[in-house]
């Protein structure tokens, strides 16, 4: 075992153990043969093949019927991904029934078909963890939509926000990545069932009959026309779960950095015999956030080649067509765990008020150097009232004073603001704006959305 999709000990870092179930082997040549049955039955049902034949057909192409020494040693003398396969379909069938099986049909037909039948089960998976993430960020939004820390600009202190708000614009995201999911099954969700250049030759008279049976028996759609040639569903896919990945390398990020000591107003959950560092008995890292970071990075590694599976030549082009057997499977397997490891920490976020307040006031009153500009814009007018401002900021700064010894100090100020309105307007707890409104209000309009049902 040599990759970290396999390795015992690191897969669990890289996948989740339900994802690699849909795109192990066992369940790549599954789809191979449901797709096979589900094409002689259609068949069989037109009068193309004997009834007989297809099914017996539906009956072995079942994996356990499979000999795979025997389709291992055809697949080193064939090079061929799928020849193996239906001969070993073929070899399982009783009576000689198995000459049958695929019948009319060509290579890509079963491998795009039996790619979109596990990509199907994937995208399952996917839907129900970020309804799972929704109702944790949810919750978090709901809980504190009032408590207030420091917003931060360009990675410095900008301006108050409340948690509530911060947690809410990342559950934005996900409805809206919800939304695209549930848009790209409509295009994604289909079959192909052509022939060797997609003019369905070789599939008789009733070529589109055939098509639509075997479709409806896989539970897939029918394409408009032939789409071997065509990649742009599968670049689709692979850039809407880039998108969502996008958002989690983003969030995880967040946590690291809002977990640092010198800021410490996150932490992910730490349980029972949990170890940070093998040498720092101390330490309690957020490894679980740092994983979903780290395989985040990884997975955008194949969104950069993904556009290439769209340069075909001609009618089929396996030198980019069998780049999508690696990219999106892995795709798939990385942004579950990611998923895996955001409801994880997301379920159990501590949050720390008391450094949360105590940020607020990290450069001693200066971040509402705003608040104050207005209230003495009423007096001096908005320009002046910057100036004013802008004067009483430098100095303070320069000279490491706080915020209200210079205001204090300044007659322009005190001339029109007393100490208790300046202690009121430097409370960074009241300019959190309308924040808990706007988290209040977003709540009702996300209520009904897909996501939530």
């Given amino acids: 075992?040599?990759?970290?999709?396999?390795?015992?000990?690191?897969?669990?870092?890289?996948?989740?153990?339900?994802?690699?179930?849909?795109?192990?082997?066992?369940?790549?040549?599954?789809?191979?043969?449901?797709?096979?049955?589900?094409?002689?039955?259609?068949?069989?049902?037109?009068?193309?093949?004997?009834?007989?034949a297809a099914d017996e057909i539906a009956k072995k192409a079942k994996f356990k019927f499979m000999d795979m020494d025997f389709i291992y040693t055809e697949f080193k003398k064939t090079k061929h991904p799928l020849v193996p396969t239906v001969r070993g379909l073929e070899k399982a069938c009783d009576k000689g029934l198995g000459e049958f099986v695929h019948f009319g049909v060509t290579t890509q037909d079963i491998i795009d078909t039996g790619l979109v039948l596990q990509f199907k089960e994937g995208l399952a998976l996917i839907k129900q963890d970020l309804k799972d993430i929704a109702k944790a960020l949810l919750k978090l939004s709901k809980e504190h939509k009032n408590t207030a820390m420091m917003g931060r600009t360009l990675s410095l202190q900008a301006l108050p926000i409340t948690f509530g708000h911060k947690s809410a614009i990342w559950l934005s995201e996900l409805v809206r990545h919800?939304?695209?999911?549930?848009?790209?099954?409509?295009?994604?969700?289909?079959?192909s069932i052509v022939g060797a250049v997609g003019t369905k030759?070789?599939?008789?008279?009733?070529?589109?009959?055939?098509?639509?049976?075997t479709l409806e028996n896989l539970g897939l759609n029918v394409p408009e026309i032939s789409w071997q040639p065509a990649r742009d569903r599968f670049i689709e896919l692979g850039y809407v779960l880039g998108n969502i990945n996008a958002t989690f390398n983003k969030i995880a990020h967040q946590i690291l950095i809002l977990a640092h000591n010198e800021i410490d107003e996150l932490a992910e959950p730490f349980g029972k015999g949990q170890v940070?560092?093998?040498t720092m008995p101390h330490k309690r890292n957020p490894a679980v956030s740092e994983n979903a970071v780290t395989v985040s990075n990884a997975l955008k590694a194949n969104l950069a080649i993904l556009s290439d599976i769209e340069r075909h030549e001609h009618e089929r082009d396996g030198q980019v067509w069998k780049m999508e057997w690696k990219l999106l499977p892995e795709i798939f397997l990385m942004l579950s765990v990611v998923l895996a490891n955001m409801k994880f920490a997301l379920s159990g976020l501590e949050l720390k008020k008391d450094k949360m307040l105590k940020n607020l006031n990290t450069l001693k009153g200066?971040?509402?150097?705003?608040?104050?500009?207005?209230?003495?814009s009423d007096h001096y007018g908005k320009q002046h009232a910057h100036e004013i401002v802008y004067e009483a900021a430098m100095k303070g700064m320069e000279h490491n004073k706080g915020f209200k010894e210079v205001l204090m100090a300044d007659k322009r100020v005190s001339k029109v603001l007393d100490e208790k309105q300046i202690d009121a307007l430097l409370d960074a707890t009241t300019y959190v704006g309308y924040a808990p409104k706007l988290v209040d209000e977003f709540i009702v309009k996300v209520k009904n959305a897909k996501i939530f049902k």
């Fill in 1 to 52: 075992m040599i990759s970290v999709f396999d390795q015992k000990l690191l897969a669990d870092s890289w996948s989740s153990p339900a994802m690699r179930e849909v795109f192990c082997e066992q369940n790549r040549i599954q789809k191979w043969l449901d797709v096979e049955a589900a094409l002689a039955k259609a068949q069989a049902k037109l009068n193309i093949i004997p009834k007989n």
């Fill in 178 to 191: 919800f939304d695209r999911i549930t848009e790209l099954e409509n295009r994604l969700f289909v079959g």
């Fill in 201 to 213: 030759a070789s599939l008789t008279d009733k070529a589109n009959e055939v098509e639509k049976l």
């Fill in 276 to 278: 940070g560092s093998s």
């Fill in 366 to 376: 200066f971040v509402l150097a705003e608040r104050v500009m207005f209230a003495l």
